[in-house]
Structures are given as structure tokens and as C-alpha cells.
């Protein structure tokens, strides 16, 4: 196989679910455009795959596509070239894929890129490819290292890095070793993919291939990895981004204790901390602490109210004295003066919450 300048390198951009798990943050935004440390979700997948020299991306879009196009445009503003393929009906993963290869450009020898829309990842996508292209791979897939692996099915492989089996959830995996959702493939795979209908690459492509004898490589390491699907899984992607514990080049500002968008205002009384950001003309008053937390554009915290490791929507309102912690307010929700909402409480768009409706604990 012919060696390809990243900056040549094509990539498949997958952003076609609809989140449920993050509802009601969904309801109205597809989860790769959710603000995530001050700028969209995917905005820092595209500055990153930029700086490896990808410069033309297909997004395989579904839910809310033409969100991605407003969002996006062109991709100019990114320096990428951006192309968009809506699928009518779900394909699934591989279906997705196949649908979006229409859009490419690249031969059936080069190597391509496939993204997934939700995953937060530092591993070196240069390397991935790198030695994707000199195995002369079918598929080169990122593997990471989980404590758990049983949540999630693992994937083992031999001593030269061969892919050997997908394995379902399992009490008693053989590796911690787990699909990281960042594949290459070589174009000409991709077009062996069935068209027009529901393809899983997890348990029909790879499986498929391993067992015709294609091979199938893992690239495995221990770097900064999150799957943001769920609500305290987005609040830390968002956290460490503006902690500097994953570098992204779409942070808009140094890292630090928090990011305040333009218009932010924060009363000198108050604290923020923890990786927390505030966003455009967001007003947090006097007394209020706010730590690890995502508070959208146009959203008020009252006076002495507590925020912690929380999402409170675009124009929401936190009433004085209330406690948050580990929870999701909806776009719009008034939260009443002396509620207590914990352990993964959500609130949906526009509820309002009338004083003390919601307590954990008796004291107010």
C-alpha cells in the first residue's frame, strides 16, 4: 500500500444518534454540538483532527443534520474542507460509514479516517494511521485501557498487535482492552461494506473480516480517553478541557479554574472553581459557588446557591440557597429558592420548581 500524507487523509465524521442518555440536553441540540468547554462538542474533534493534518472530513448525519451544516458550514473556519451525508433512516454504524464513503474522494488503497461524534480522545491519530498504512491493514482500530472492561466488551489481540475476536459483555473478560471508536480504514473495505441498509461494524464488519483472515490491527495505549454519553460523563469532558488535563486546540482561552464566556458575569463574591464554565452574559451573584460545573449562555445563580459537577440549560434560573449536585437543568427550568437536587436529578426545558419542592434532606 502507498504511504498518504495526512494532509491527503479523508476522515468519516459519525454523528448520527440522537442522545438519549443526555436527555433533556438533547431534546433540542444533537449531543456533538452541545456547548463543551466554551465552544461545540465536536469543534474540538475538528481542531485536533486539523492538527494531524486531516483536511477533509464527511459528516454521516441523521438526527438534526442540518444543525451540523449551520454549525459548520464549509469548515473553512477549522481549515478543513467539510462535506455532509444525511442518512433518511438510522444504517447503523457501519451503514453510516458506507453512506458517507459516497462523499469521498481518496482511491481504494488510502487509508481513511472514521471519527465517532461523542468520544473525547488524546491518543496519537498520526501513529494510528502511521502504522495502519505500513501493515498494509484492513482496519486499524484505536484500543483503550479500562478498569472495567465488562461494561463495555472487550477486544483481544495477539502478540503482533492482530485483532483476534470481538467479545460481548462478559463477568470475566480476557483483556481491559476495549474498542476505543477511532478506526482506519483502507477505502476499498469501506466499499465492501453492504449499502443501503443497517450494518454494525462492532458485530458484523470486524467479526466478518477476522474471520476471513483480513487483517484487522488494534493500536492500543493508555491515553486521555471519555465517552461523553452521559450527563456526569459530559460535565468531565467539559472539566478537563478547560483543566488543561486534555489539551484541545478549540479551547477558547488558557486552561485554568474556569472559563467565563464574553458577557459573563461573575460577582467577586462569589466562587468558581474546578474546571467550570460560565457561559456568554451568564450571571452568578454574590455568595454563590459554582465547582466542576457547565452553566449555559443567559442563565442566572442566585445569591448564596451551590452548583456542583452539574449542567444548568441555556436561560435557566437558580433560585438563592438551592443545592445542585450531579444534575441537569434544563433549558429555560426555574429551580425555586431552597431546592435540594442531587444524584442525577434532571429537570426538563421550561419546568419550574416551586420553593423547597425537592428535598434530600430535611434541613433548610
Known sequence: MAETPLSDLEAILLVGGQGTRLRPLTLGTPKPLLPTAGVPFLAHQLARARSFGVGRIVFATSYRAEMFSEAFGDGSAFGLSIEYM?????????????????????????????????????HDIGEQVARHVSRGAAVTLHLTEVD??????????????????????TP???TNLINAGCYVFTRSVIDSIPAGRVVSVERETFPGLI????????????????????????????????LGRLASPALPGPPGDFLALPGAMIS?????????????????????????????????????????????????RVSSGTVLRDVVIGDGA??????????????????????????FSSDV
Request: contains cysteine.
Open 211 to 242: 474471520e476471513d483472515g483480513a487483517l484487522v490491527l488494534g493500536y492500543a495505549d493508555a491515553s486521555y480517553w471519555l465517552d461523553v454519553g452521559t450527563p456526569a460523563a459530559f460535565v468531565k469532558g467539559s472539566r478537563d478541557l478547560v
Open 172 to 174: 470475566n473478560p480476557v
Open 334 to 359: 426555574v429551580v425555586g429558592a431552597g431546592n435540594e437536587l442531587l444524584a442525577g436529578s434532571r429537570v426538563w426545558p421550561g419546568v419550574v420548581l416551586p420553593e423547597c419542592a425537592v428535598r
Open 268 to 316: 467577586p463574591e462569589a466562587k468558581v472553581s474546578g474546571g467550570s464554565v460560565v457561559g456568554a452574559r451568564a450571571v452568578v451573584e454574590s455568595g454563590a459557588r459554582i465547582t466542576g460545573s457547565v452553566l449555559g449562555d443567559d442563565c442566572v445563580v442566585h445569591a448564596d446557591a451551590e452548583v456542583v459537577d452539574s449542567v444548568v440549560g441555556i436561560g435557566a
Open 86 to 122: 444525511t442518512e433518511e433512516t438510522p444504517l447503523g454504524t457501519g451503514g453510516a460509514i458506507r453512506n458517507a464513503a459516497e462523499a469521498l474522494t481518496c482511491g481504494p488503497d488510502a487509508p481513511v479516517l472514521v471519527l465517532n461524534g461523542d468520544i473525547l480522545s488524546g
Open 148 to 169: 472495567d472492561p465488562s461494561r463495555f466488551g472487550c477486544v483481544p489481540t495477539d502478540e503482533e498487535g492482530r485483532v483476534t475476536a470481538f467479545l460481548e459483555k
